[in-house]
């Protein structure tokens, strides 16, 4: 997907949502939800960045040059915010082990959807998605954190990719910072709400805890 395509499908994101009860749904919530969060951290900071001059400098070449990089090298690390997110909403409904391991599953499963990009070849992409599995190991390493906190890790990794050069965002790490942790919070919301606790464990064969447990 393009630049200008994934801009314009901006829209799509807010649309109807229907209750997330399925391993394909979950899959495709960590997917979208991972992309959207890259996406527009990218797009409001250019846009903040720019100021007026925005419409014109995202019609240049160089510029979603860089942006495709961006995405493309963040989607990982979305997928890895994502998943840990997912897990803490799950944490005490189910085992703990079978459930790190089924929403890893479905993290790897989103990223192995797509093609090598080009913008990264095929080295890179091997490179990150081996660094999303040890990320994905490390999530039950701790108990849950809030979703504003699971982001922190990797903000700094987000803000180093922005397409931006480096001089004239100096200043600007802890605006980034908290326009993701908003964005976490947000997601973590509509999950909460969109989330069928019973049947997605049941899909994803997870044995759900009881209360004697």
Known sequence: M??????LGIPAYFGRKPPIDTRDKLIEFIDTRSAFLIQKNIFDYAR???GPYFSHIIKEDAFKHAVEVARWSGYPTGLAALAELVRGVLFHDADRKPLNDAV???ALAAFDKYPVPEVLGEE???KARET???RLG???SHPPKYAKDVILPYAQILYDSQPIHEELRKNDFEMIKAQLRINMVTMHDEF???????ALLADLGVHPRTAAE
């Open 138 to 140: 490390l999530i039950d």
């Open 124 to 126: 890179t992409w091997k």
């Open 104 to 106: 890893s599953s479905a």
């Open 2 to 7: 393009s630049f200008i395509n994934w801009v």
């Open 48 to 50: 903040a960045r720019s």
């Open 132 to 134: 999303l599995i040890d």
């Open 192 to 198: 909460e709400s969109r989330v069928n606790k019973a």
